[in-house]
């Protein structure tokens, strides 16, 4: 497991644009499976959006066509470009890293508060 640092997060208006980064914090990072996950005051944990070493995205269902996965490989930064921002996007976001989706890291959290 390796540290992960997420930056990106802080307080938008609804229909804001955010963009969130994570980048390993040392160590061998060997994984195949990136991505995000959020987890909103008084619900689970939901995974936003997954990125594979062969470019295999997926979305979740709220958040398609509105949000972007996308990395840089040369840098190991992981983005996540959050367009068309609701209150419900509201939460702690989550970097994760892992094999086969198997995302034994996980970053601290940084918080995006998405105002009306």
């Known amino acids: 497991q390796v540290p992960l640092v997420e930056s990106g997060g802080g307080l938008v208006q609804a229909g804001g644009s955010l963009r969130l980064s994570c980048v390993p914090s040392?160590?061998?990072?060997?994984?195949?499976?990136r991505g995000w996950y959020r987890q909103a005051p008084g619900k689970e944990r939901e995974m936003v959006a997954t990125?594979?070493?062969?470019?295999?995205?997926n979305y979740a269902d709220s958040v398609k066509g509105r949000f972007t996965i996308s990395r840089d490989n040369a840098k190991k930064l992981l983005y996540l470009q959050m367009n068309s921002l609701k209150r419900e996007d509201t939460a702690v976001y989550y970097c994760?890293?892992?094999?086969?989706?198997?995302?034994?890291?996980w970053g601290q959290g940084t918080q995006v508060t998405v105002s009306s």
């Open positions: 990125i594979t070493e062969d470019g295999s995205i």
């Open positions: 994760v890293s892992g094999v086969r989706y198997l995302f034994g890291s």
């Open positions: 040392g160590g061998v990072f060997t994984v195949n499976s």
